[in-house]
């Protein structure tokens, strides 16, 4: 799977790269839809940087392994965990989009950009707006691309503020029951096991391994009994710990096999498989189909 860097976004799209970029350890920038599409088609890949986009047009954002069609104004939040990539299927697209490191933020705010629903694992990356709602972000922006310009030797904190005001009003539009504080042991080892499940994706290449794939090795990782472990993941989210790591598996397989030209053996040997045969009868009882007619669809 393709990994997209800073350097190349500004290769592909700007033709320059900004003087110590590689040195950065935050970096933001902000541009127009419009002006800045590229000269290459877009890239199913996963970037090393977030993104924040307000996109007028008709098209889909496919991202891990779901697709989401668009028709008019949407909010969309993007993470460097989730591979992502944008089908137009109309010519007119406009709005903006920033881009920033995860330093942009932790050089300013306590506390870690993820903490927020639309940037976790899981998360809801797509926000639909109306006519008024349209008006209201893309001021937020048109501040944003006029503030970036200015020689303000604040500038950088007032534009952490512009977007930590879209981020609150993206929020307010749909509340997130994600954002939660753990209110006991069984909320917070269900929330060490998510991270630690998580951690492993994307699967990026044929020689990675996806290693933690039973509730047991999930146990001895986190030094509690597998017990203790399955009863407070069934208690907290109505799912066995096996159940968890299944669902996750099967949609990283999916998106591997959508989105990458590796063949099954080296999914299979990428996502823990002793044999592709083990693979292919997994696959089999999780998605209803093999994982050839999967990826002829």
């Not at 993820?114 to 899981?122: I, L, N, W």
């Not at 509730?215 to 472990?229: E, I």
């Amino acid at each position: 799977m393709l990994t997209e860097t800073l350097e190349d976004f500004y290769q592909n799209k700007i033709k320059e790269v900004p003087a110590n970029l590689s040195k950065e350890t935050g970096h933001f920038n902000v541009f127009s839809l419009e002006n800045h599409m590229g000269t290459t088609p877009p890239r199913y890949s996963r970037k090393t940087f977030y993104k924040i986009g307000l996109s007028r047009g008709h098209g889909f954002y496919h991202y891990a392994d779901k697709s989401i069609e668009v028709s008019g104004t949407t909010l969309m939040f993007f993470n460097p965990n989730v591979p992502y990539t944008w089908q137009s299927l109309a010519p007119d697209l406009s709005g903006f989009f920033c881009i920033f490191r995860e330093g942009f933020f932790t050089e300013r705010i306590r506390g870690s950009i993820t903490d927020f629903p639309m940037f976790a694992q899981g998360g809801k990356p797509a926000y639909f707006l109306n006519d008024i709602q349209d008006q209201q972000v893309t001021a937020i922006f048109e501040k944003i691309m006029e503030e970036i310009q200015s020689d303000y030797i604040y500038k950088y904190d007032l534009l952490n503020n512009y977007v930590m005001e879209i981020i609150h009003y993206a929020l307010k539009l749909s509340p997130s029951e994600k954002l939660y504080q753990h209110s006991d042991a069984k909320t917070r080892i269900t929330s060490v096991f998510t991270e630690l499940l998580e951690r492993q994706f994307p699967i990026e290449s044929p020689h990675q391994r996806f290693e933690l794939r039973s509730a047991n090795d999930f146990a001895r990782h986190l030094s509690v009994h597998v017990n203790h472990l399955n009863r407070a993941i069934k208690e907290t989210t109505g799912r066995t710990t096996t159940e968890h790591i299944f669902e996750r598996l099967a949609s990283e397989a999916k998106s591997l096999l959508k989105h990458t030209d590796w063949n099954i053996s080296e999914i299979s040997y990428a996502l823990g498989f002793e044999e592709p045969a083990h693979f292919n009868k997994f696959f089999r009882r999780q998605v209803d189909t093999t994982p050839t007619a999967y990826r002829n669809i």
